[in-house]
């Protein structure tokens, strides 16, 4: 089993930025890739950005380039996303998720560990 723990969400403004962190506990090294996803009300839950654990390739979704990125730390088996120039839009619990499986690492059925989420609120 992997345990995922998320911190870091909030109520901001748009145009501020915000820093998410997940960290990993348990059976770590069988970890592929680990992910961050979102959620909005009324909305199926979709990848932002991921990265594999050993060589850190980042994957980063249409809608976010340019302001979310996503880092690891392995000593610390933590994941993070900074998220610069929050938009309304992005107002959503996010999700931290792990995979020991390789391939594409924005599919949601590709994940099989789950965090309980952080709710991410930006106001205009």
């Known amino acids: 089993q992997v345990q995922l723990a998320e911190s870091g969400g909030g109520l901001v403004q748009a145009g501020d930025s915000l820093r998410l962190s997940c960290a990993a506990s348990?059976?770590?090294?069988?970890?592929?890739?680990m992910a961050w996803f979102r959620q909005a009300p009324g909305k199926e839950r979709e990848f932002v950005a991921g990265?594999?654990?050993?060589?850190?390739?980042?994957v980063h979704a249409d809608s976010v380039k340019g302001r979310f990125t996503i880092s690891r730390d392995n000593a610390k088996n933590s994941v993070y996303l900074q998220m610069n120039s929050l938009k309304p839009e992005d107002t959503a619990v996010y999700y931290c998720?792990?995979?020991?499986?390789?391939?594409?690492?924005?599919?949601?059925?590709?994940?099989?560990?789950w965090g309980q989420g952080t709710q991410v609120t930006v106001s205009s």
């Open positions: 990265i594999t654990w050993t060589y850190g390739s980042t």
């Open positions: 998720a792990s995979t020991g499986v390789r391939g594409d690492l924005r599919p949601t059925a590709n994940y099989n560990y």
């Open positions: 348990g059976r770590t090294f069988i970890r592929y890739a």
